[in-house]
């Protein structure tokens, strides 16, 4: 396999500008929004477990297939603005990039194929035969606390990925720090203070990207 160097995405407060999960509860209505939004922010900000939060918020909310699929459209529509032509110049550097994310696969995979993006690690929500929420697979890593260090390892080892880096806005971006060579958070959406001191780096824009890669 030719060696390659690997660049992982986290998708929500950084390749898009909203939070999946948090759309999601607004269409439940401000309470619901609020429980969710409230659930988000402490799970991002290292309060409380991605386990603790994840089945709770879901099944608060019960999202059919339909309204998955509107985040798709949403997360497009709020991309970073940079973010599309940033990834094109950093494959076309030799860097493979995988979004890495707590969100759902279904609502990120346009945003995927819009940015280029073949590799998306997040977590399948079920259905049924009428679209009606039917919960999710429990094996999705990113479901669990810790759940983006196991993906880092698992890519870099199938990727024989000579350099890794991570890249996002939240505590479980910072966390993966340790089973890649780099972090870089980032702050366009939101600057968390945690995740400014821990990183290697700390960035405003995705087109800041290709530069700080190259000097590592
Ligand atoms: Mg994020």
């Known amino acids: 396999m030719t060696p390659t160097k690997l660049v992982l995405l986290d998708c929500d407060s950084t390749l898009s500008a909203i939070e999946g999960i948090d759309e999601l509860g607004r269409l439940r209505g401000a309470e619901t929004y609020s429980a969710v939004e409230a659930m988000t922010r402490e799970a991002m900000e290292g309060g409380t477990s991605m386990e603790s939060v994840f089945a709770r918020r879901l099944d608060l909310i019960r999202p059919t297939s339909e309204e998955l699929a509107s985040i798709g459209s949403l997360y497009i529509a709020h991309v970073e603005p940079t973010a599309k032509a940033s990834i094109a110049q950093l494959q076309g550097e030799g860097w493979t990039v995988a979004i890495v994310s707590g969100g759902f696969t279904q609502a990120i995979r346009p945003l995927a194929d819009y940015l280029g993006v073949t590799t998306v690690e997040a977590v399948v929500l ?33 990727l024989a990925a000579t ?39 700390f960035i405003m824009s995705l087109s800041e990207l290709p530069a700080i890669l190259r000097l590592l």
């Open 126 to 158: 079920k259905f049924d035969e009428r679209g009606c929420y039917a919960g999710f697979e429990e094996d999705c890593p990113t479901a669990r606390t810790r759940g983006k260090n196991r993906v880092a390892q698992r890519l870099t080892g199938t």
């Open 163 to 201: 350099k890794t880096v991570m890249v996002g806005d939240g505590a479980s971006d910072l966390e993966v720090k340790g089973d890649v060579d780099y972090v870089i958070g980032f702050g366009r959406y939101a600057v968390r203070e945690k995740v400014k001191a821990g990183a290697d780096a």
